[in-house]
């Protein structure tokens, strides 16, 4: 269904496993991301009322998350530490396409945003189905459903305000390129890392 490229080292679980701490708080701030990116599409793109509609539902839950996420990290004696930057995020985003027409821009958006949901299931299921500690196995497991929901919703809308663009052919480069960027991460304590 996701349709990335390569998969996660399962190795990357080990890494997370020494620290707890670090992936919650990572985590806790990629779904705030999250949210931020929703509103970020909603707000150049309001004429469209069943995008601002879904992508406000989408925008709450993910700040759900992000309470949920901070939860365990309170409940487990952590401190929600300074935000991270998200350096595949931010390759990921150098493959938008910067110029063009505004319909160009939202559907490059709304593919770049279903390409993390997609990475980020992918990493949840991972986790879900790998780690030791069991609340966590069963709270990534939840997750990796809603990320699912949030990328077919992305990609939806992708192909929905792209009726002019080969939306395809343009998901296909992405899933090429960020094939290239994956390789480079999988080692450190985070959610795209």
């Not at 399962?10 to 701030?29: F, G, Q, Y």
């Not at 949210?35 to 469209?48: D, G, L, M, R």
């Not at 299921?125 to 699912?148: G, H, P």
């Amino acid at each position: 269904m996701l349709h990335l490229k390569l998969v996660t080292d399962p190795r990357w679980v080990n890494v997370v496993e020494s620290n707890i701490e670090e992936i919650l708080t990572d985590h806790a701030w990629c779904e705030q991301k999250a949210a931020t990116n929703a509103i970020t599409i909603i707000t150049n793109n309001s004429e469209h009322e069943e995008l601002v509609t879904d992508l406000l539902a989408l925008a709450q839950e993910e700040l759900e998350h992000f309470q949920m996420v901070h939860e365990i990290i309170k409940k487990r004696g952590y401190t929600l530490g300074r935000e991270r930057k998200d350096s595949y995020v931010n390759e990921l985003y150098k493959f938008m396409n910067k110029g063009g027409s505004r319909q160009q821009a939202l559907v490059d958006r709304l593919l770049f945003s279903a390409m993390i949901e997609a990475r980020s299931c992918e990493r949840f299921r991972l986790l879900s189905e790998t780690i030791s500690d069991q609340e966590l196995a069963k709270f990534y497991r939840e997750l990796m459903i809603s990320e699912a929901g949030h990328y077919t919703t992305f990609i939806t809308f992708a192909r929905k305000y792209g009726k002019d663009i080969d939306v395809d052919r343009r998901w296909k480069e992405l899933v090429e390129f960020e094939a290239e960027v994956i390789q480079r991460y999988g080692k450190s304590e985070t959610i795209h890392g």
